[in-house]
């Protein structure tokens, strides 16, 4: 099953640890950074990942507007997102795409992110040593039993 993720992954990189770690154990996937390829085709993947960190309650815009225009019609989809803040609604814009756009949600996976933003900094920030390993082999053990 050919599959991409396409993600955003800044500040500290917590996102991008975890995609990292699945790319390892599947050499055959494509990550696709947003801000560097805006425009990637994936209409020929089957299956389509989005990964983001938290940004203002969810994924990030740049993501956002990615699915918006490029999700092709009635895929499979999961998500995989660090957030530092306790949970919440985060998926709610993605998923919305992804409905709109007949996918299937194949599943999400979740864990904390050092967080470092607005008044977080102040305080020296919150989640700090995350994602740790053993969050980072769950997101391949998720990516595995996809």
Do not use: W
């Not at 055959?28 to 947003?34: A, K, S, Y």
């Not at 956002?64 to 803040?85: C, M, N, Q, S, W």
């Not at 900094?121 to 998720?142: N, R, S, Y």
């Amino acid at each position: 099953m050919k599959t991409a993720i396409v993600y955003y992954s800044r500040h500290h990189g917590n996102t991008k640890k975890l995609l990292d770690a699945i790319a390892q154990a599947d050499k055959d996937i494509t990550l696709i950074d947003v801000t560097e390829q805006p425009d990637a085709d994936v209409s020929a993947c089957d299956r389509i990942g989005f990964a983001s960190g938290i940004y203002y309650g969810g994924f990030a815009k740049q993501l956002i507007e990615y699915a918006r225009a490029h999700l092709p019609e009635g895929k499979d989809v999961f998500y995989v997102y660090t957030h530092g803040a306790p949970a919440g609604r985060f998926l709610k814009g993605i998923r919305e795409i992804a409905a709109r756009k007949n996918c299937r949600e194949a599943g999400e996976y979740r864990c904390q992110g050092y967080d470092t933003f607005g008044p977080f900094k102040l305080v020296g920030g919150i989640a700090k040593g995350h994602p740790t390993q053993a969050e980072i082999d769950g997101a391949v053990e998720f990516y595995k039993k996809l």
